[in-house]
């Protein structure tokens, strides 16, 4: 966070470092680079940083008014949040609707859900899995946190006015009302374990404000307990040890979950983020306190400089990267880094010509300059035509592109998918050269390296050398021509999903031996309905049988 306008605030440099370690771990995750296969556990660290600042924010507000001013404090986010985020969005509908005008309906309603802060529910509602791998992700898909955050935004005050209308006369550091928030942290962590089932599509558990919200409540809890403008320096050697130790530990629990697991991991949607969020909580209680020496090292100058600009690489860095990925996914280093460049430069243009000055009042000082002046551009300030003369062709753009003006590209001339009909988001891949993008600009390519294909009888002649007597006509060499490196076929005639034929393993206990084994990787099930009840009655199964007959499943080629 950067520094308050306000006096009556502390300011926590170390906690700017912390922003700049997961903003950092989510970049990582989204160029692809395998040593962060979990760096998408860096939004769960800003979940619960922005709990404690929030929550210890209004207490002080309390403190010092004797009450809530709720308008203050929303106007104040507002003013923090909107400028940029409606910016990015400009930008991302100005650049598709010149550029790439196959994803504009896609896009539209992803930008009306993200202006509205409901991106996250939108996404539910639209069946967007994390793992839809075949398909472009949407450049504003990131924005669900976003979501998440602005919604407890709006609805937190209220439930802490409650709390604090019923704690009249009680110390500040109420541990009531922080068991309260863990009480309903607890509820949050039990809903997403419920409600994740393995091998089904985890969007509405990684998405929802209900099964996210523990990370933001674990972080109001502490501000409970360790109220920022009440912790004071001057501590014994023994405690200050106490503090470092546990901000470390902290960060050591972040580091391994970034390193050690994955969006594929069944233990970060049952245990592993409530850890990252307790590991989160010890960090920003070592740095807060002005005793410890780890927040001096977080508040090193290069991090807290990206720690104050975190806000703004968050919102451009997806759009940068799925915007100019390559259609074929044959990424380099070189691009990764010219992508990170890109977004740290975006945000820091916007930081210091948007978001700093409207901090600072710009808003009404331009409308007051604006009135006095009749309206008359020419009279504005360098700086401000500056800023009216290049928004003003991107506003019009993406208002042409957003209000169908500007009509999408009717046909994809390679014969694939068309992007526009993707409005899933795609999980970024382990490696920096393993993300794709299908467009009209390119053929076709899979951001899955791993696929097993489990098939019946349909896909018998797929891998047949007599129906397909050329290897390159096979569905081995066609997963390699978009990309797979290891195929894994299990193909059997009469296999059936749930039911088995004298003893043939069916889908499941195939798929569930080799989740066992250690499989991370993507999935084809090829399967019919009618296959085992054909060859229970008579059928022949033969390994020369057309991809198009008996069980009527599909394949990919």
């Keep these: 966070m950067p520094e308050p306008v306000r006096s009556n605030q502390r300011y926590l440099p170390g906690l700017d470092g912390l922003r700049a370690l997961a903003v950092g771990a989510v970049v990582a995750y989204h160029v692809g680079f395998g040593w962060a296969q979990g ?11 922005s709990g404690y600042l929030i929550t ?32 990015m969005l400009a930008v991302v509908a100005a650049w598709v609707t010149l550029l790439d005008r196959s994803l504009l309906p896609a896009i ?27 398909g472009p992700p949407s450049p504003v ?34 541990t009531r009302l922080a068991a309260a ?14 409600l994740y089932q393995p091998g089904y599509d985890p969007t509405r558990v990684y998405d929802g404000t209900d099964t996210r919200a523990f990370a933001l409540l674990i972080g109001s809890a502490l501000a409970f307990l360790w109220p920022s403008r009440h912790l004071r320096g001057e501590v014994t050697k023994g405690a200050r040890w ?25 233990f970060i949607y049952r245990g592993g983020m409530v850890l990252l969020s307790l590991g989160t909580a010890l960090i920003v209680a070592a740095v807060a306190s002005p005793a410890s020496r780890l927040g001096r090292v977080l508040g090193w100058q290069p991090l807290r400089w990206l720690g104050v600009r975190s806000y703004g690489i968050y919102l451009w860095h997806f759009p940068i990267i799925v915007l100019t990925s390559p259609a074929d996914g044959r990424d380099t280093l070189t691009r990764a880094v010219l992508q990170v460049a890109a977004s740290i430069g975006c945000a820091a243009l916007s930081w210091r010509y948007l978001e700093e000055p409207i901090r600072h009042g710009a808003m009404r000082q331009w409308w007051a300059q604006a009135r006095r002046n009749g309206w008359r551009l020419g009279t504005l300030g360098r700086q401000t035509r500056i800023v009216v003369a290049a928004s003003a062709p991107v506003l019009v753009l993406a208002s042409c592109g957003m209000a169908g003006v500007v009509q999408p590209n009717s046909a994809n001339p390679t014969g694939g998918t068309p992007s526009a009909a993707v409005g899933t988001r795609s999980p970024p891949a382990r490696t920096a050269t393993s993300r794709s993008r299908v467009s009209a600009r390119g053929p076709a390519h899979t951001m899955c390296r791993a696929v097993v294909h489990i098939g019946d009888s349909t896909s018998d002649g797929l891998i047949s050398p007599d129906y397909l007597p ?36 069916n889908a499941y206990t195939v798929a569930q031996q080799l989740i066992q084994q250690g499989y991370l990787g993507c999935w ?25 007959s008996g069980g009527g499943g599909a394949s990919l080629t």
């Design 39 to 49: 760096g998408l556990l860096g939004v769960g660290v800003f979940f619960t940083l």
């Design 56 to 87: 210890d924010l209004l207490l002080c507000q309390q403190e010092i008014t004797g009450g809530l001013q709720f308008a203050d404090f929303w106007l104040r986010r507002a003013r923090r949040l909107l400028p940029a985020l409606f910016l």
């Design 108 to 134: 539209r309603g992803a930008v009306a859900a993200s202006a509205l802060y409901v991106n996250n529910w939108w996404l539910i509602a639209q069946h967007s899995s994390y793992f839809a791998q075949f």
């Design 141 to 174: 898909g990131h924005l669900w946190s976003l979501a998440v955050e602005e919604q407890f935004y709006l609805i937190w005050p209220w439930l802490l006015w409650i709390g604090l209308r019923l704690r009249r006369g009680r110390p500040v550091a109420d």
């Design 181 to 194: 928030s863990l009480l309903l942290a607890a509820a949050s962590a039990v809903t997403m374990a419920l």
């Design 242 to 266: 106490v503090l470092d130790g546990a901000g470390v530990a902290g960060l050591a629990v972040f580091a391994v979950l970034v390193w050690r697991t994955g969006e594929y991991s069944p």
């Design 470 to 505: 050329n290897p390159r006509e096979r569905i081995a060499a066609q997963y390699e021509r978009v990309g797979v490196t290891k195929f894994i076929p299990e193909i059997s005639g009469a296999r059936s999903i749930v039911e088995t034929y004298h003893g043939q393993p």
């Design 524 to 548: 084809v099930l090829a399967l019919g309905t009618n296959d085992t009840a054909d060859v229970a009655v008579g059928s022949p199964v033969s390994p020369v049988f057309s991809p198009t």
